[in-house]
């Protein structure tokens, strides 16, 4: 397949960037981000509703002036340049296609409003529509086109312009369940396709995952925060080492447990930690900088649990009362009240296999040292010493 012609040097540099719509009052939406995002990059903005994520994508297209800092991109800083000539590309969270006009017309028309030849713009429409696989649609309009194929027809009046950066502002949110994962498998392949740099926003941290070469999750800003880029890496080095607990309640599906308790025991690569419940449990981390007897929060992921006779279960054992089961066919998902968590937050297993319990048994499950990670009070994590995976059970 024939790639898209690129201008050379898409790489996005922001350095100190800050957003604040009322400068005569001190509350930023977004401080001091800094992030430097390489040519052909597939970046996913990530965070909850009101981190200012979408606020970012938007400083980067022009839609929204930056307040202080630097935006530059293609080495050129575009803090004062015009939206049309920063040779973005935008997919917004509607499809804003024009009823009027065949998928031909829609794609075609920016090219137009540029004064192009016509067997120009009929090439890169044509060429558009075979990477997106809308040729048999090219005639018809808006109505007559799904949800997907409109969003595709709004990705192709993107690529016929050819910018250096592709931006994405919730391009899914708008579709079904369904939709969504094939959507995500037709960007994924585009971006392979293209090799663009892409910036692409989204709640879902299950498309972060697996879209994205590197995440950069966004949190709510907080009143003294010196940033509010929680943390940005590849999607396994979120997964595996979270910066802190923010993190590693946001990324992962289900979300990690969280355990209270306090420092018992510092070893050279290993702690224990002694639960509210007296339980102890031993974590493969670097808890050198913390003390005995610190509150902490121990965190294991619900799909890195074992049963409680299996010899990976070297970090202890933790019982609880089932509150609800839950059996997908793949999965099964087991809620247990263990007594450490937070008032009102159940703790959660995740198997490949259904297990004979129901509501009120008592259960016991085993907890891999390595699985374990290590919050301390302001929710910053401690070093872990091993990393545990499921091929491991």
Same mark, same amino acid.
């Given at each position: 397949?024939?790639q898209i012609?690129?201008h050379?040097?898409?790489?996005v540099?922001?350095?100190?960037?800050r957003k604040n719509y009322?400068?005569?009052?001190?509350k930023d @939406?977004?401080r001091?981000?800094?992030l430097d995002i390489k040519?052909?990059?597939?970046i996913?903005f990530?965070g909850?509703?009101?981190?200012?994520?979408?606020?970012?994508?938007?400083m980067?297209a022009g839609l929204?002036?930056?307040?202080s800092g630097?935006?530059?991109i293609?080495?050129?800083?575009?803090n004062?340049?015009?939206?049309s000539?920063?040779n973005?590309?935008?997919?917004?969270?509607?499809?804003?296609?024009?009823?009027?006009? @065949?998928?031909?017309?829609?794609?075609?028309f920016?090219?137009?409003l540029?004064h192009?030849?016509?067997?120009?713009?009929?090439?890169?429409v044509?060429?558009?529509?075979?990477?997106l696989?809308l040729?048999?649609f090219?005639?018809r309009?808006p109505?007559a086109?799904?949800?997907?194929q409109?969003?595709?027809?709004a990705?192709?009046r993107?690529i016929v312009?050819?910018?250096?950066?592709?931006l994405?502002?919730?391009p899914l949110s708008?579709?079904d369940?369904a939709?969504r994962?094939?959507?995500?498998?037709?960007?994924s392949?585009?971006?392979?396709?293209?090799?663009a740099?892409?910036?692409?926003?989204?709640h879902?941290?299950?498309?972060a995952m697996?879209?994205?070469d590197?995440?950069?999750v966004?949190?709510?800003?907080q009143a003294?925060?010196?940033?509010?880029?929680?943390?940005?890496g590849?999607?396994l080095?979120?997964y595996n080492?979270?910066v802190?607990?923010?993190?590693a309640?946001?990324?992962?599906?289900p979300?990690?447990?969280?355990i209270?308790?306090?420092?018992?025991e510092?070893?050279?690569?290993?702690?224990?930690?002694?639960?509210a419940? /007296?339980?102890v449990?031993?974590a493969c981390?670097?808890?050198?900088?913390?003390?005995?007897?610190?509150?902490?929060q121990?965190?294991?992921?619900?799909e890195?649990l074992?049963?409680?006779?299996?010899?990976?279960?070297?970090?202890? @054992?933790?019982s609880g009362?089932?509150?609800? @089961?839950e059996?997908?066919g793949?999965?099964?998902?087991?809620?247990?009240?263990?007594?450490a968590?937070?008032?009102?937050?159940?703790?959660?297993?995740?198997h490949?296999f259904a297990?004979?319990v129901?509501s009120?048994d008592?259960?016991?499950i085993g907890?891999p040292?390595?699985?374990?990670?290590l919050?301390?009070?302001d /929710?910053?994590a401690?070093?872990r010493?091993?990393v545990?995976?499921?091929?491991?059970r």
């Amino acid at each position: 397949m024939r790639q898209i012609q690129r201008h050379k040097m898409a790489d996005v540099l922001l350095s100190k960037v800050r957003k604040n719509y009322n400068p005569s009052v001190l509350k930023d @939406t977004l401080r001091n981000i800094n992030l430097d995002i390489k040519d052909g990059d597939f970046i996913v903005f990530v965070g909850p509703s009101g981190c200012g994520k979408s606020t970012l994508l938007r400083m980067i297209a022009g839609l929204e002036d930056i307040t202080s800092g630097d935006l530059v991109i293609g080495g050129k800083r575009m803090n004062d340049v015009p939206p049309s000539q920063r040779n973005i590309g935008m997919v917004f969270q509607s499809y804003a296609l024009y009823p009027h006009m @065949t998928v031909f017309e829609n794609m075609a028309f920016g090219l137009k409003l540029k004064h192009m030849d016509k067997e120009t713009i009929r090439q890169r429409v044509v060429h558009a529509a075979d990477i997106l696989g809308l040729e048999p649609f090219l005639d018809r309009k808006p109505k007559a086109l799904s949800g997907g194929q409109r969003q595709r027809v709004a990705i192709g009046r993107c690529i016929v312009q050819q910018p250096s950066v592709f931006l994405f502002d919730e391009p899914l949110s708008n579709l079904d369940a369904a939709l969504r994962v094939r959507m995500r498998l037709e960007i994924s392949k585009l971006h392979r396709d293209i090799n663009a740099t892409i910036i692409y926003v989204t709640h879902d941290q299950v498309e972060a995952m697996t879209l994205a070469d590197k995440i950069c999750v966004l949190s709510p800003l907080q009143a003294n925060a010196e940033s509010n880029l929680e943390q940005f890496g590849t999607p396994l080095e979120l997964y595996n080492h979270p910066v802190n607990q923010f993190v590693a309640g946001f990324i992962g599906s289900p979300k990690m447990n969280f355990i209270n308790g306090t420092i018992a025991e510092i070893g050279d690569k290993t702690c224990k930690v002694k639960l509210a419940t /007296g339980e102890v449990l031993t974590a493969c981390v670097d808890a050198s900088r913390g003390e005995v007897g610190q509150k902490v929060q121990l965190g294991v992921r619900p799909e890195h649990l074992v049963a409680a006779s299996s010899s990976k279960a070297d970090g202890g @054992t933790l019982s609880g009362k089932v509150i609800v @089961t839950e059996n997908l066919g793949a999965e099964f998902f087991m809620y247990l009240d263990v007594g450490a968590c937070d008032e009102g937050v159940d703790f959660t297993i995740r198997h490949d296999f259904a297990v004979d319990v129901k509501s009120g048994d008592n259960f016991t499950i085993g907890i891999p040292a390595a699985a374990c990670h290590l919050f301390d009070a302001d /929710g910053i994590a401690f070093p872990r010493t091993a990393v545990y995976t499921r091929a491991e059970r």
